[in-house]
């Protein structure tokens, strides 16, 4: 993919988050774009090319970030912290409408882009675990393949919208209880230890 293309992705992807998915046309993007609507459809089809080439730049982006905290020479909870802190600045930023937009009029996207972000999601949990149980910090006896599937279908859940109604839960909400939740569950003692002390430089902003 050009630059230019990828480069009007992530600005549509940007301006569906903030204005949902259903509500702007092509005449709208283009606008916020700054180009025509002749020149947007030199790179998309229509708007359902545009909605999933859009969102998957989008996710590529956060992938790339998540990447790079998994390769700093850092351990396993810091990791997941240092994640978790990503994550939940993002959900923040989102436009609760997305969710149900993308689930109801763009369903072929949504299947395929969920599919994506699990497996990677999936891939990503697995290697912090098997870290994680190395250096001590998450139980010996976890089942790494059996949590990590836990752990997305938990990540799933977040978006169920009569599970967890918006006007009573936030995703970052959801989503610092569910982190809380399957971490204090893995961890060991010594674990349990570093999460406390990391709780402590966080507060005194030493993280």
């Known amino acids: 993919m050009d630059t230019k293309k990828r480069d009007l992705l992530l600005r549509a992807g940007t ?17 916020e774009l700054r180009i025509s609507k002749k020149t947007l459809y030199k ?28 390769s700093k020479d850092i351990n396993a909870i810091d990791k997941v912290y240092l994640i978790n802190m990503k994550v939940g600045m993002k959900l923040r930023t989102l436009q609760p409408s997305v969710m149900y937009d993308l689930k ?12 994506q ?49 918006q006007e009573q839960y936030s995703f970052a909400e959801v989503h610092r209880e569910i982190s809380n939740y399957h971490l204090r569950g893995i961890v060991s003692p010594a674990g349990e230890d570093y999460i406390n002390t990391l709780r402590k430089k966080i507060k005194d902003k030493e993280f």
């Open 43 to 70: 790179y998309v089809s229509d708007k359902r090319d545009l909605v999933r080439q859009a969102i998957e730049v989008l996710l590529e982006e956060d992938r790339k970030e998540i990447h790079e905290i998994i």
């Open 117 to 165: 972000h699990e497996n990677f999601t999936y891939d990503i949990i697995r290697q912090i675990h098997r870290q994680g149980i190395k250096e001590g910090l998450f139980r010996a006896d976890i089942d790494v393949e059996i949590l990590a599937k836990i752990n997305v279908l938990l990540i799933r859940a977040m978006f169920d919208e009569q599970r967890f109604p």
């Open 15 to 31: 301006f569906f988050m903030r204005n949902g998915l259903k509500g702007p046309n092509m005449g709208d993007v283009a606008r």
């Open 104 to 115: 109801h009029f763009f369903p072929e996207a949504d299947c395929a882009i969920n599919q």
